[in-house]
């Protein structure tokens, strides 16, 4: 149980053109979803938190407009990549956590297999 | 601000070997500790995990204790396997909260036979 997918797993893509990346929660309801982006050799970097039927929270640093982010449902969340770059080019991972049940356990996040995005 | 560093890697060891991969945090209060593998084309997944100081995490062989006096969270396993190679994540976070997860970069681990 508790597996998460992400699709696609590759794109390449020209520069200025948009692309989406999708985050699914196969076998259990995702409040919660995040979105992180990994470098070659550096560790993964929170991009946002998205909550369903909610405006995603971004962290600092991070362009709204530029990574748009929907969780419409609570097993589907988006990111989407608008007027992608070369300096965009990444490795893009999303989690999904259940509702949390206690404020005082840790809610597990599950991972997708991430997504390697490259803007020629 | 909160931040894991990890030792920088890669790991290459034979099968049978005793394996130590550090780690150490910087937080304000008292976070809870993770150590998350990811395998060959998969997402990562939760090894273990410590909540307070002096937990023991231990998961397929492999342990963590939380050391709040070092600010430390090592990883060790006393023997491995060519199935454990993978990369390996030291994270912290809050239990309060979002509970977002802070992750350090990663260590590459591969056994040879």
């Known amino acids: 149980g508790a597996v998460v997918s992400q699709h696609p797993s590759w794109v390449i893509c020209k520069s200025g053109t948009s692309v989406k990346i999708e985050c699914r929660s196969l076998?259990?309801?995702?409040?919660?979803m995040f979105w992180y982006r990994q470098f070659p050799k550096q560790s993964l970097m929170l991009m946002a938190t998205s909550n369903e039927g909610s405006k995603a929270t971004y962290e600092q640093g991070v362009e709204k407009d530029k990574f748009l982010i929907n969780h419409a449902s609570l097993t589907l969340s988006t990111l989407t990549v608008t007027s992608a770059h070369p300096e965009d080019s990444s490795f893009y991972i999303c989690?999904?956590?259940?509702?949390?049940?206690?404020?005082?356990?840790?809610?597990?996040?599950?991972f997708g297999p991430g997504t390697r995005l490259t803007v020629l | 601000g909160n931040s894991v560093t990890q030792m920088e890697g890669p790991v290459t060891l034979s099968e049978e070997a005793f394996l130590t991969i550090n780690c150490t945090y910087t937080a304000t209060g008292y976070p809870s500790l993770f150590w998350y593998v990811q395998y060959p084309g998969e997402g990562l997944q939760l090894l273990l995990k410590a909540t307070k100081a002096d937990d023991k995490g231990s998961n397929k062989g492999f342990e963590a204790t939380y050391r709040k006096e070092t600010t430390s969270f090592h990883l060790e396993k006393g023997s491995v396997q060519v199935s454990d190679s993978a990369v390996y994540f030291c994270?912290?976070?809050?239990?309060?909260?979002?509970?977002?997860?802070?992750f350090g970069q990663g260590t590459r681990l591969t056994i040879n036979p």
């Open positions: 076998d259990f309801q995702a409040t919660t």
């Open positions: 994270a912290l976070t809050r239990i309060q909260g979002a509970q977002k997860l802070v």
């Open positions: 989690s999904a956590r259940q509702l949390k049940t206690s404020g005082s356990s840790y809610n597990e996040q599950f």
